[in-house]
């Protein structure tokens, strides 16, 4: 049961965003580097940017359904120490699954991580200390 969630719509700002590497043949570059030099967008990553998020709102009826699905929180899931103490104490083991962020903050113990946290699933980025990583490792998916 994961019955403690803190749940954020978060808009990325500068860096929380992750770096995305694309391949494109010569004439797609091409072809953005004259709209970039024509103005309609300032830079090769406004344009690739602008793509995805359109892309991603063509598909979102995909992305809700298959998030209400797999019952993954969407945006920012923050752990810190009381939180998964207090899941101890419950007896639960928490399933993180996430779409968006996944942080654990730094008062947590590599120990207590183990205790409390049954398995990770992020799409997008997880962010704890390397300790509580090596922890986890077994556990993240």
Request: charge should be positive.
């Amino acid at each position: 049961m994961n019955s403690i969630k803190k749940t954020i719509e978060v808009r990325p700002k500068a860096g929380e965003t992750e770096k995305m590497t694309v391949n494109v043949g010569v004439v797609d570059l091409g072809q953005v580097d004259l709209l970039v030099q024509e103005g309609f967008y300032s830079n090769r990553s406004d344009l690739v940017r602008t793509a995805l998020r359109n892309q991603l709102a063509l598909h979102g009826e995909a992305v809700k359904a298959t998030v209400a699905r797999r019952t993954l929180v969407v945006g920012l899931q923050h752990f810190n120490r009381v939180d998964l103490e207090r899941a101890v104490t419950a007896g639960e083991r928490l399933h993180v699954q996430v779409v968006g962020l996944a942080r654990i903050a730094d008062d947590v113990t590599p120990e207590l991580a183990r205790a409390s946290i049954e398995s990770v699933i992020v799409l997008g980025a997880f962010q704890a200390s390397a300790a509580v990583r090596k922890a986890l490792a077994d556990r993240i998916h």
